[in-house]
C-alpha cells in the first residue's frame, strides 16, 4: 500500500479498494517503524490523521470526490498548524503551538488531505543538508550516510522512502527542487506570488514560496492544485486563476524549446552529473523537442547576491523573536535587554545567528549601500538574464545540484562550502520564476535531478514536460533499498 503515488491513492479510494483510515493507520505504523532511522518528523499527528481519515471517508459515501479527498500527507513544521507544534526546526519554537493553520495547511485541508505529521528541516529553513535542525539532521534514504538535501530535507525523506506518497515544502533558494534532487523525487518552486505564505513562517520574505514534494510529474499536479491560489492575506500573493494542472499533462512536446545555459555546464559541475543531464536532453529531444544553447551572463553573480540578500531579510524577519511574544525564554534575566540576549543567544542555532550577524551588517547604515543595494541590483539582472532566454525558449534546462548528496558532516565547518551547492537554484528565487528538479539517474547509487525552468505562471508547462519525460524513463520509479 505504502508504494502508491497520490494518483494511485485517489484511484484506490474512487473504487473503493480501501479506505482513508485503513491507509493512513498502514502509513503511521510504517513511519513509527522505519522513521527511527531517517528523523525525517519533528511530530507525529496520529489523532488528527486518523479523525481527517474518517471525515474524508464519510464525505466519499456522502458522494464527494476529488483527488485528494483522504489523501495522506505531511506538512514542513513551518507552516502552522492550529493547536499543533510549529518548530521550524529550532529550539527557539519547540514550545510554539501556532494559533491559526497557513492558508496552504487550510486549503489542503478543506480539499480533505490528512496530515500525518509535521516533517523534520533546516532551523528557519536556513541550509542545504538538513544537518542545522535542532531535532538533529536527517538521513537519505539512499544511502543513511549522507545528507538528504535541505532545508525541505524532512518531506524529501519521507516521500523517498516511501513513508508516505507526497507533502509540503519550501524553497527560498532551492530547498524544495535540491532535497527532491538529492532523493529521487520530483519537486516543484512556483511562481512567486503562487502559493500563498500566510502562516509560513519567514525566512527572506521576498524569496519565499511553498510547493509540493512527491515522486512524480502528476503528483505535484494534484498537490499544488491543492496549494495554489490567491489569498487576500499575504500581500505579495498573485490574483491570477490556477489551471488546472493535471489537464495538461499530455500536452505534446513537439516542437518545445528547450534552453541550455552554457554557463551550467562549467568546472564546478561533477562530469557524472553532465552526462546524466545530457541523457535527460536526449529524451526531451526524442520527444519533438528542440535544443538551444543560451547564455545567463550574470548567473556567477547570484550566490553572493543572494547570501546577502537573503540574510538581510532573516536578520529582519527573525527579530519578532525576542523571548517576550514566541518561543524560547531564558531563565531569571537581569534586565530587559539580559533577556533578548540570552533568549535569543540559547534559541537559535548557530548557522542561525550567523545569518542573522550577516543580514544586520549588510543593512547597517554604513554598508546598506555597498552590500544590500549592490545585490538587489545584481538580482535585476538576474531576472532580465532570464527575459532575454525566455524570448528564445520555453523551457530552461539544467542540473539542479553541481554534485550528488554529500556525506553527513563533511560540511558542516565551512558554509561557504555549502552555499556554493545552490548555485543552480537559487537564481529562480532572486528571480521569482517557477522551477522543478526531476529524477535523471544515479551516480555512485545516489540520484541527480535535472531542473527545468519556465515564465512566470507556466507550472502548469513545467509539470507537462516532466510527466512526459516520466513517461518514458523510469528514474523517479527506483525505490531506496530498505524502504
Ligand atoms: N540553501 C539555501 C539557504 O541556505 C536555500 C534554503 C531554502 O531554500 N530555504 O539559504
Sequence with gaps: ??????????????????????????????????????????SLTEELAIEQAKAADARRANGESGALLGAPIAHKDLFCTQGIRTS????????????????????????????????????????????SSWYGAVKNPWNLEHVPGGSSGGSAAAVAARLLPAATATDTGGSIRQPAAFTNLTGLKPTYGRVSRWGMIAYASSLDQGGPLARTAEDCAILLQGMAGFDQNDSTSIDEPVPDYSASLNESLQGLRIGVPKEYFSAGLDPRIAELIQNSIKELQKLGAVIKEISLPNMQHAIPAYYVIAPAEASSNLSRFDGVRFGHRCEHPKDLIDLYK??????????????????????????????????QKIRRLVKNDFMAAFNEVDIILGPTTPNPAWKLGTKNSDPVAAYLEDVYTITANLAGLPGLSMPAGFVDGLPVGVQLLAPYFQEGRLLNVAHQYQLNTDWHTRTPTGF
Excluded: W
Excluded at 505504502?2 to 510504517?30: P, Y
Excluded at 533568549?343 to 550567523?354: L, M
Design 1 to 42: 500500500m505504502h508504494q502508491m503515488t497520490l494518483a494511485e491513492i485517489a484511484r484506490g479510494l474512487a473504487d473503493k479498494k480501501f479506505s482513508s483510515e485503513e491507509l493512513t493507520k498502514v502509513l503511521l505504523a510504517r513511519i513509527t517503524q522505519l522513521d527511527p532511522q531517517l528523523n525525517s518528523f519533528i
Design 88 to 131: 521550524c526546526g529550532s529550539k527557539m519554537l519547540d514550545n510554539f503551538k501556532a494559533p491559526y493553520d497557513a492558508t496552504v495547511v487550510a486549503k489542503l485541508a478543506a480539499a480533505g488531505a490528512v496530515t500525518l505529521g509535521k516533517t523534520n528541516m533546516d532551523e528557519f529553513a536556513m541550509g542545504s543538508a538538513n544537518e
Design 342 to 375: 540570552r533568549s535569543r543567544g540559547e534559541g537559535f542555532g548557530a548557522e542561525v545567528q550567523r545569518r542573522i550577524m550577516v543580514g544586520a551588517y549588510a543593512l547597517s547604515a554604513g554598508y546598506y549601500d555597498a552590500y544590500y543595494l549592490k545585490a
